[in-house]
């Protein structure tokens, strides 16, 4: 179970991420086509990323604090 909440943070964090940074694709005053290629880019890397998480291919370390 402890595997299952920390995927889903894991997911929850990396969506904010992704997030900001396709907010700051739209901010940012590209050119029409190089706009739309980077929003495309982004979203692959998005998918690949979330494909592996689910698949188990990558894994994000996470740090441990001892006490």
């Known amino acids: 179970m402890e595997g299952l909440i920390g995927l ?3 997911v929850i964090i990396l969506g904010l991420v992704f997030y900001v940074l ?4 739209a901010k ?6 190089f706009n739309v290629v980077a929003q495309v880019v982004l ?4 998918v690949v990323v979330l494909l ?3 698949f ?3 894994s994000i370390p996470v740090i441990r604090v001892r006490g």
């Open 8 to 10: 889903l943070i894991t």
């Open 22 to 25: 396709y907010w700051l694709l």
């Open 28 to 33: 940012l005053p590209l050119p029409a086509p």
């Open 43 to 46: 979203a692959l890397i998005v």
């Open 52 to 54: 592996g998480l689910l």
């Open 56 to 58: 188990g291919q990558i």
